[in-house]
């Protein structure tokens, strides 16, 4: 079972809000992705990063910034949150050079 | 560049019925296929993979074979029950190795 840990798991906030999502990983993985899931379920690659001091950003534009300072630390900042950022947000990891990805539980996020 | 595309949902069985979801692929090169498993309110699991051609992944009486001459990696299941209940995600590792790419997933219900 994969040691992946998210929080908050549900969080509603206003408009306007600087928020920060919580991804770690026990597993001593070089690679973290976040993923945003629509409510038509597609998952959208938005973030990811290969080790410490590396982030790229994926294949959706994304007003959200990431950092990678630890290895098993790798959180999602958004300075300013509008309703279009309402979804849900999966962090998810890998070991360097396989292919496996393992997810955690997510985040929803419900900016109102 | 490579994608996937899988049949959409949703798809609602009765119990103990046969269980097809049907999966295809583009790619340039040789991937490896993944089958991943979101249930309510969770992130996603890996179900089963499969890393090159004539491969068979099972897991949980689940199967999939990794077909190149048809560009196919179907999922199935010989009986389904009622926790099968889930979305499911087929998957393929770029060639550029540094994410997945996920089909946009197909809703199962089982009823009893």
């Known amino acids: 079972e994969a040691d992946i840990y998210q929080t908050p798991r549900y969080l509603v906030i206003g408009t306007g809000k600087k928020i920060t999502l919580e991804c770690s990983q026990t597993?001593?993985?070089?690679?973290m992705y976040w993923y945003q899931q629509d409510p038509g379920m597609e998952l959208h690659l938005i973030h990811y990063?290969?080790?410490?001091?590396?982030?790229e950003k994926g294949d959706l534009s994304s007003e959200s910034t990431v950092s990678r300072i630890r290895t098993e630390h790798f959180p999602l900042t958004l300075e300013s949150a509008r309703p279009s950022h309402t979804s849900q947000y999966l962090c998810?990891?890998?070991?360097?050079?396989?292919?496996?990805?393992?997810f955690g539980p997510g985040t929803r996020l419900l900016v109102l | 560049g490579d994608s996937v595309t899988q049949m959409e949902g949703p798809v609602t069985l009765s119990e103990e019925a046969f269980l097809t979801i049907n999966c295809t692929y583009t790619a340039t090169g040789y991937p490896s296929l993944f089958w991943y498993v979101q249930y309510p309110g969770e992130g996603l699991q890996l179900l089963l993979k499969a890393t090159k051609a004539d491969d068979k992944g099972s897991n949980k009486g689940f199967e999939a074979t990794y077909r190149k001459e048809t560009t196919s990696f179907h999922l199935e299941k010989g009986s389904v029950q009622v926790s099968d209940s889930a979305v499911y995600f087929c998957a393929l590792s770029e060639d550029s190795g540094y994410a997945l790419n996920f089909g946009k997933g197909t809703s199962l219900l089982v009823t009893p």
């Open positions: 998810a990891s890998s070991e360097f050079g396989v292919e496996t990805q393992y």
């Open positions: 990063s290969y080790g410490v001091n590396s982030t």
């Open positions: 597993m001593g993985h070089d690679k």
